[in-house]
């Protein structure tokens, strides 16, 4: 079991189960998309806490540094999964977590997956455009790799660019539709 | 510039240049999917050589230990990105890479990323079971929190299954058409 300091009232052993499985299961889930765990932490013990927390609470809460929680705090903010709220009667900075999981989803795609693919994208064309204008000067059986080189790094880029399709057609009709009525998608 | 031993016949400085930075891309590019940078550089070597390359080549090409290379090879090879071929006159084993981009999405989301998803579904469902069983016997108070967290797991289960159906959809759509043409994916 747990030795986190619970927010008041969290006194069954099944609530504080689950608030740890849940914990442990974003933090790995923050990993396995190459984001921190204390990440999916933070999120974690916000998204289950009626009210809002402060950096202080969360500190205490997940026994980390109160730099660590700013840290990955202002990150979260960035991500527009986290939102800072005011309390009345309070200065401290309090916060919540965003519920609208479809505007994280299209947070995190339109911010990071779309920005990274296009930047892999880029690295492949600048490849295969440097091959192209050195070409002319190559050796008959260096020119023969270069070919073969374009060629692989071609078929490379098909499969980025199917992966942007994807993304681009979810960022476009994002929105248009109740995510938990989604039954398929068709590929045209 | 590298200072990695080159296959034979790679004596351009425009096609190392090319090589060195698709190595790095595939490296970065597997550490973002959470596999090891090995692996990416490995399928990379594989990929830009017209040849099957050894053990003991692409150990020596990467700079990397036998043990090192034999462990990440045996990986790409289970889940499908690289095939072992034999070599008429040679007992040594040689590898090569598959090309077939559209096979090894297949592999990998079936046998990753399906399970991954499926594994965190079914955690979710069982806090929410859990809490259920359990409600029965709490105060008021915890109740009401016991019920908050039924809604907060509940909205993130739908977005579980949201990424399940664009998975399960691609897969049941495979070789359908080509990668290279699709337009755009029709959510429903």
Excluded: C
Excluded at 27 to 34: D, M, N, T, V
Excluded at 57 to 65: Q, V, W, Y
Excluded at 128 to 133: A, D, N
Excluded at 149 to 178: H, M, P, T
């Amino acid at each position: 079991m747990s030795d986190r300091d619970w927010p008041g009232g969290l006194s069954e052993e099944n609530l504080k189960a689950v608030n740890d499985n849940m914990l442990d299961g974003l933090g790995k889930l923050a990993e396995y998309f190459g984001y921190s765990k204390v990440m999916g932490q933070l999120y974690g013990a916000l998204l289950l806490n009626p009210t809002p927390l402060s950096l202080d609470d969360l500190a205490a809460f997940l026994r980390k540094s109160k730099a660590n929680v700013s840290t990955n705090l202002r990150i979260l903010e960035n991500m527009g999964t986290v939102r800072e709220v005011w309390v009345r009667g309070s200065r401290r900075k309090f916060y919540t977590a965003e519920t609208d999981f479809w505007r994280i989803l299209i947070n995190v795609l339109s911010n990071r997956e779309m920005r990274d693919l296009e930047r892999a994208l880029q690295v492949l064309e600048q490849s295969v455009e440097q091959l192209r204008r050195t070409m002319p000067q190559m050796s008959e059986e260096n020119l023969k790799l270069a070919q073969f080189y374009v060629e692989r790094i071609d078929s490379i880029r098909v499969l980025f660019r199917f992966a942007q399709v994807i993304l681009n057609s979810i960022l476009q009709q994002a929105g248009k539709f109740d995510v938990s009525e989604v039954q398929r998608v068709r590929i045209e």
